[in-house]
């Protein structure tokens, strides 16, 4: 069996990997639980160095690695290269923090001593997308290492070069062979490598379905899992936000990474008073974003991943329009007989409960607008969802922002004027059909541990 690469610029094939056989497959799983055997007992400063080193590593390379990014799944290069650096950050921020976050803690109670401490688990199955190809794994991987746990990647088969060139930044950095190991193989054979009993842990991002199955899996072998799923995150704007401002970053928000982010804004949900003003400024902004090559320094807007995907939006525009909703802009494909993965901006308002879209999901560049009669029904719209990874409000009264946010919204992560985003200091994750667990700040690298209490009389 073979995976496959192709440039979703031009539908040609980039390379071919040959994928790992069973045996394969059993010895880096052996591999990495015999490196574990040390690794779990290696000092905090001796991982916090060769994290710092993979910091240096990434920065060296961001170039070539932006650029491998650019190939595999269309990623504008300026934004290649801002994932590259915030990897580094990740890695800088684990470096710095983990033994603090990884301390033990006494607790008072009448044994002469007792306390909690954290103890790595042994080998995580991470299985990862490819639109983040990068910052997806880093996310996970600097603070699992820094914890002491030893990782295997299974990464989305159109991101292979980017899956093997992470493996070659961490041996670059001076990691110990077999910590961290890429596995090649199609997403069918990911049972029988949770069902090893030498891994003792899965982390998944990508799509609900995914989570779902590999979570029963797991759970029918009583191993921890860590979810973070799809999306579809509302951006509430009221009706005394800066709509010049909120404008710009919800088309920011809606076609960052080419429209393809589990956080980015997906439904847009106006009070109907500032809805006209809004929607005009919103079009406006959405037409500037230039589509173009990848690699061109002017381009915002790269291919989709893959046509498949591609075509899968497109026909989730067509459906919706199909049950009444207006599409304000874009909703085609440009040059449809060509080989490339591209999809014009689009926006599709009046979108109504029955319609596709209400519950659906739109990775790709296209923005669901929902008309709410005042800031009461917009909440009430924004909660109306199976998901409930990020949400955002937008309004020039900050503490009744705040209070929705905190309060009112039913997300993992909620912003007030801002666009969601993830960032190493601060927990990330989903509820409901987004997923369960945490990744990055404290809570991140101790979701992989065992919390372990020992108590001496």
């Not at 917009?378 to 199976?386: L, M, T």
């Not at 998901?387 to 209070?403: N, P, Q, T, W, Y």
Request: aromatic fraction near 8%; glycine fraction near 8%.
């Amino acid at each position: 069996m073979s995976i496959k690469s192709v440039n979703p610029v031009n539908g040609k094939l980039i390379k071919t990997y040959s994928e790992d056989s069973e045996k394969v497959i059993a010895k880096k799983i052996k591999l990495g639980a015999r490196a574990w055997e040390d690794w779990q007992f290696t000092d905090f400063d001796l991982k916090a160095a060769l994290l710092n080193k993979t910091a240096e590593v990434l920065r060296e390379r961001k170039k070539e690695l932006a650029a491998l990014m650019a190939l595999e799944m269309g990623k504008p290069l300026k934004s290649g290269l801002e994932e590259v650096e915030k990897c580094a950050k990740v890695c800088e921020y684990y470096a710095a923090n983990g033994e603090k976050f990884l301390k033990d803690e006494p607790v008072e109670t009448e044994a002469s001593k007792s306390y909690v401490c954290f103890r790595p688990l042994g080998i995580v199955l991470a299985v990862m997308p490819w639109n983040f190809p990068f910052w997806q794994v880093f996310r996970f991987l600097a603070p699992g290492l820094m914890a002491g746990n030893c990782a295997l990647l299974k990464h989305s088969s159109n991101v292979t070069g980017c899956a093997l060139a992470i493996e070659e930044v961490l041996k670059e950095a001076g990691f110990p062979d077999h910590v961290f190991q890429t596995l090649v193989i199609s997403s069918k054979r990911v049972n029988q490598v949770i069902e090893n009993p030498l891994v003792k842990a899965v982390t998944l991002t990508g799509s609900t379905g995914a989570g779902i199955q590999v979570a029963r899996q797991a759970a029918s072998l009583l191993k921890k899992t860590v979810l973070e799923l799809g999306g579809s995150d509302p951006y509430l704007v009221l009706e005394d936000a800066d709509l010049e401002y909120a404008a710009e970053i919800c088309a920011q928000s809606r076609l960052i990474n080419n429209g393809q982010s589990c956080i980015a804004a997906k439904r847009f949900i106006l009070v109907r008073s500032i809805e006209k003003k809004f929607l005009k400024i919103f079009k406006e902004k959405m037409s500037e974003k230039k589509t173009g090559d990848p690699f061109a320094p002017q381009t915002d807007l790269g291919p989709m991943a893959r046509t498949d995907l591609r075509d899968e939006l497109h026909q989730q525009v067509l459906d919706n329009i199909q049950a009444g909703a207006k599409c304000l802009l874009g909703g085609y494909i440009p040059d449809p007989k060509g080989k490339h993965a591209y999809y014009i901006p689009t926006i599709l308002t009046g979108i109504k409960k029955g319609m596709p879209a209400y519950t659906e999901e739109l990775f790709g560049p296209v923005a669901l607008v929902f008309s709410a009669k005042n800031t009461a029904d917009a909440i009430r719209i924004a909660n109306d969802s199976s998901f409930g990874l990020g949400a955002a409000v937008f309004s020039k009264d900050i503490a009744s922002g705040e209070k929705i946010a905190e309060g009112l919204l039913n997300a993992g992560s909620c912003f007030v004027n801002t666009l969601v985003k993830s960032d190493p200091r601060l927990p990330f994750g989903g509820i409901n059909q987004s997923g369960y667990g945490r990744e990055l700040g404290l809570f991140g690298i101790r979701e992989f541990v065992n919390i372990k209490t020992v108590y001496v009389r």
